[in-house]
């Protein structure tokens, strides 16, 4: 069983930057691909980032795409996001999850149910 918890949240203004965290606690870190996933309210959970367990891939979704940056510290049992250049659409509430290693992942990394283990979430709001 794994534990994860979100932290970093809070209100940015726009332009401005901001680094989410998600702390892991429980089974083997680096057995674990770790994503970000986010939700505003009315609309689908979305992949935001993933990397995999070594950290050695990293994969984004066109809209952050070289805005954020997903990174991870398996000593530290954390995987972090750094957020620069924030819009108002990037609005929401974020969450990590975890997925076990799997040749499927490629396909299915964008996929929430290929994950087993989720946050609870924090909250982004980036004011104009």
């Known amino acids: 069983q794994v534990q994860l918890v979100e932290s970093g949240g809070g209100l940015v203004q726009v332009g401005r930057s901001g680094r989410l965290s998600c702390a892991a606690s429980?089974?083997?870190?680096?057995?674990?691909?770790i994503a970000w996933f986010r939700q505003a309210p009315g609309n689908k959970r979305e992949f935001v980032a993933s990397?995999?367990?070594?950290?050695?891939?990293?994969f984004y979704e066109d809209s952050v795409k070289g805005r954020f940056t997903i990174s991870r510290d398996n000593g530290k049992n954390t995987v972090y996001l750094q957020m620069n250049s924030l819009k108002p659409e990037d609005t929401a509430v974020y969450y990590c999850a975890a997925a076990y290693y799997s040749s499927n992942y490629y396909i299915t990394k964008k996929i929430p149910p290929t994950y087993v283990y989720w946050g609870q979430g924090t909250q982004v709001t980036v004011s104009s």
């Open positions: 990397i995999i367990g070594s950290g050695n891939r990293t």
């Open positions: 429980g089974g083997t870190f680096s057995d674990y691909n």
